[in-house]
């Protein structure tokens, strides 16, 4: 019932950006009717997603791509993996809401509503790379807890919105500021409203630069619900937990923000090295910031049967975090040689990077692709499993896909 | 003469009957397949009653197995499946149950963070029966630092 007073209560405009298409006889239709897209059991057409999509979780949705969904330079909502800690808001009006900068750390409490953000400041548009702190996490031996993300938790779509920088600095940053911490309208997953699903943020450094940004379109449209809609902070490079949905509040704090999966154990690694499996007491956790660096090969799609002396190209991304992509090898020999690929530079900063090659295979056979991507400070992906961590983060193992020569 | 027009009408009613059964049959078939869509014939009858009948078939089928595997959940029907149905699918799906893989030792730790954390009530005796079909159904798998790949959908690559 309540998906059905929904639309009463949310204007036509924001009707084409919460289902990813456009309503084309959206003027006419009938006051209480009730689209059927919101009522849809299908996630797929729910969220207009691919139908490879893997669906890790239903309550709350958690959704992710296949390494070959992801082959577009931009990536589209299409192949956008879904990760919640609560439930999906439902009921958002763009005309009254508000996003209000308070703290410790901030000189004027300040209010602005959607209008004014898109009025007062200057827009700017970046290709984000943005992935899950817990992609590749069904990897970890022993298992870690949490949604079992395979590889396809990570995409790269192009933002357009206004720094943070502008309207934390219009407010009025104070000299203790250390850090920020978002708010936001989804709601608890046990219904109760005293708690958050989530609530992060990111040190002042991270918060001021260029391309750390409130969004209010992804791919040159309104942010679709389930990435966001209406307002959006994006960090690129940084856990994609970093990059709150649905935000209503940014709080600038004169202390590391102590937010929902702030603490403990959430979207943190032992400080120290530990073998599998050991206990990590709390204390001992720190919060992650850049991710590390990483690829996927996103064509061909694993699996793929060639004739002899057939030519195979491959391409994919590459991303190192905050840091760029230097340099990209391939092996097909489980890493006894490992051949240099070509790699592109970045749209921009923190976007990822694109690399190909072409693969001629010596004999017949079973073969993998193994790609490594190396960074800036000349740091490579491992081959196996980096260091076990309690929560299963930052997997950045080569990505390797199944070839065959008959 | 009469012989041949006898079997000419012989034929013309044999014709009437096979296109009558032609009819019929598709009729039926139409009917057939409307009710397999539309089992309760709501198209017909006021939407309201239409939703509160198919809701309590629902219930009537909320606890349904088939094949070991219960229905609604996904979960593998053995000893304590309705207690984790009825104390672990009520916030997060069954989902996120069926693709973690602990020992008893940290489930008992996620089962205290739930309670810490969020609102996960005290489970009393059943706490027990919840992690035994948790450890004993779904137990952690062995992976090393990397394991091979399968389930690998081979198809022919065109140049």
Known sequence: ?406 | MIDKNEFQNKIKKAEKTAYKAIFFSFLASVLLLFAAYDPTFSIFGNKETALTYSDTVENKNEDKIENGVHIRTGLVDAEGLITVVNNCTNCHSAKLVIQNRMNTERWNTTIKWMQETQNLWDLGENQEVIVNYLVTNYPPIAKGRRLNLTDINWYTLKK
């Open chain 1, 1 to 406: 019932m309540k998906r059905r007073s929904f639309v009463k209560k949310t204007v036509l405009s924001s009707f084409a950006a919460i289902i990813g298409t456009e309503l084309i006889f959206g003027a006419n239709m009938m006051e209480g009717y009730t689209p059927l897209a919101l009522q849809e059991p299908n996630p797929f057409k729910l969220f207009s997603k691919n139908k490879e999509m893997l669906v890790l979780n239903d309550k709350p949705w958690n959704i992710e791509a296949q390494a070959h969904l992801l082959d577009d330079k931009v990536t589209p909502n299409s192949s956008m993996f879904i990760r919640n800690n609560g439930k999906i808001p439902e009921e958002i009006n763009p005309e009254t809401w508000t996003l209000t900068i308070d703290g410790e750390a901030v000189k004027n409490k300040k209010t602005y509503t959607l209008a004014d953000l898109k009025s007062t400041f200057k827009q700017h548009t970046y290709q984000l790379t943005l992935e899950c702190g817990g992609n590749g996490r069904s990897e970890f031996d022993p298992p870690a807890k949490g949604n079992q993300w395979t590889i396809g938790a990570v995409h790269c779509a192009s933002w357009t919105g206004i720094r943070l920088r502008d309207i934390l600095e219009d407010a009025g940053i104070k000299s203790n500021a250390v850090y920020i911490g978002y708010h936001a309208v989804d709601a608890h997953l046990s219904g109760d409203p005293s708690k958050e699903p989530i609530s992060r943020g990111c040190p002042m450094s991270k918060a001021l630069q260029d391309e750390t940004i409130l969004a209010f379109q992804m791919n040159g449209e309104a942010i679709p619900l389930a990435h966001g809609y209406p307002l959006r902070l994006i960090a690129g490079g940084w856990p994609a937990s970093v990059s709150g949905k649905w935000l209503n509040r940014i709080s600038i704090r004169d202390k590391v923000h102590d937010g929902t999966k702030m603490m403990g154990t959430a979207y943190r690694v032992p400080k120290n090295p530990v073998a599998p499996g050991e206990k990590v007491k709390d204390e001992d956790m720190g919060i992650i910031e850049s991710m590390p660096v990483k690829s996927l090969i996103t064509y061909p799609k694993t699996g793929a049967t060639l004739k002899e002396n057939q030519p195979l190209e491959i391409r994919g991304h590459a991303w190192a975090g905050e840091l760029e992509v230097e340099k990209m090898e391939y092996s097909i020999d489980f890493g006894a040689t490992w051949t240099t690929c070509l790699v592109e530079k970045p749209a921009n900063r923190l976007a990822w990077q694109h690399f190909s090659a072409s693969i001629n295979f010596p004999k017949k056979g079973y073969y993998e692709i193994w790609a490594k991507a190396i960074d800036s400070n000349n740091i490579a992906q491992p081959m196996l499993l980096p260091g076990w961590n309690p929560k299963g983060y930052l997997n950045n193992a080569c990505h390797r896909i199944a070839i065959k020569v008959v």
